[in-house]
């Protein structure tokens, strides 16, 4: 593969016009990688309902079926599948590198295989990276190799692991999103105190990390638009109520422990000033006088666009809440 063509991709990798010409230059040497990007590139600019989408999938998965293992093993992979996209990797069974527009574009991987495959990951355009099975030691190797340019996302999934590595890596300066997923051990300090200058989007799924509330004196807290937590025993409010939110704008909170008396401070707080999109889940309890007041304030959640309730229990009357947002209002 022609290092210069390559170099054009990587220097611009959500620019299809070096991807085009790198496929014409391999496709005239009877590389079938050159018809996998010219393909790939092809569909990522069709509608769905484009009469040619049919015949180019086809030609997509063949092209995969064919070569995607050798496609695989020059990652120095093994026992990984080549995919097209279909859907959040993190969903899919087993390893897997998603191929789109001809080159490697999300990976979800054991960490011992992510950390042998980062010198092949750095001639990629790598986006998204899920990482599995991971634990102190493997998180401190993997943070110590060199940063692929063009990765803004990371998911940490499944084990135990200190975040102090991560948070000081060379990695800090490439990632928008931080999921962490069903991850324990300490770490919360260690992830409030590092720098993360891109970070704008923060999953927390079922970790256990310690107290969250430390994570108020984040420096990186003020820039972030999209926070999900997900944690059963979250208890406190104090890490949402604090004053350092500005730029938030998505808010997921699925805390089966928070106590229906502190929603309302939630409605009222400084992270509602710029909320845009709201979703609760509020398990199998009903919703509280005091909570439908809070939300259906007028001076309350001033942005607002969405308000979506995960409520099984669908008990309480919420005709306040209907008045107040309308179509603005889902409650599922």
């Not at 909170?253 to 889940?281: V, Y």
């Not at 942005?303 to 179509?327: C, F, M, N, Y």
């Amino acid at each position: 593969m022609s290092q210069d063509l390559l170099d054009e991709v990587l220097a611009h990798p959500d620019d299809d016009v070096p991807r085009r010409i790198l496929a014409d230059w391999l496709s005239e040497r009877g590389d079938p990688r050159g018809e996998l990007i010219a393909v790939q590139c092809e569909l990522a600019v069709r509608g769905a309902h484009d009469p040619e989408r049919r015949d180019l999938e086809r030609r997509e998965l063949d092209l995969l079926q064919a070569h995607g293992n050798r496609w695989i093993t020059e990652l120095g992979l093994t026992d990984v599948k080549a995919a097209r996209p279909r859907g959040p990797i993190e969903h899919m069974v087993g390893a897997t590198v998603v191929f789109r527009r001809g080159f490697p574009d999300e990976a979800s991987l054991p960490i011992a295989d992510a950390i042998g495959a980062m010198p092949a990951f750095l001639r990629t355009p790598l986006r998204r990276l899920v990482v599995t099975e991971v634990h102190d030691v493997a998180i401190a190797e993997l943070a110590a190799r060199a940063p692929i340019r063009s990765l803004t996302s990371l998911r940490l999934r499944n084990g135990n692991g200190s975040l102090g590595a991560l948070g000081n890596g060379p990695w800090i300066t490439t990632i928008a999103e931080l999921a962490l997923q069903r991850i324990r051990g300490r770490g919360v300090d260690e992830l409030a105190a590092a720098a993360f200058p891109a970070l704008r989007s923060l999953e927390l799924d079922e970790i256990d990390f310690g107290h969250l509330d430390l994570l108020a004196t984040a420096v990186w807290l003020p820039a972030l638009r999209t926070l999900r937590i997900a944690i059963s025993n979250y208890e406190s409010m104090a890490f949402l109520i604090g004053e350092k939110w500005r730029d938030l704008t998505t808010l997921y909170l699925r805390a089966s422990g928070l106590r229906d008396d502190q929603l309302p401070a939630l409605a009222a707080a400084r992270i509602s000033d710029s909320l845009e999109h709201l979703e609760l889940w509020l398990g199998n309890r009903d919703l509280r006088p005091a909570v439908i007041e809070a939300f259906t304030r007028r001076d309350n959640l001033p942005k607002l666009q969405k308000l979506v309730l995960h409520d099984k229990a669908r008990v309480t009357d919420i005709t306040p809440l209907v008045e107040r947002w309308g179509s603005k209002l889902v409650v599922v």
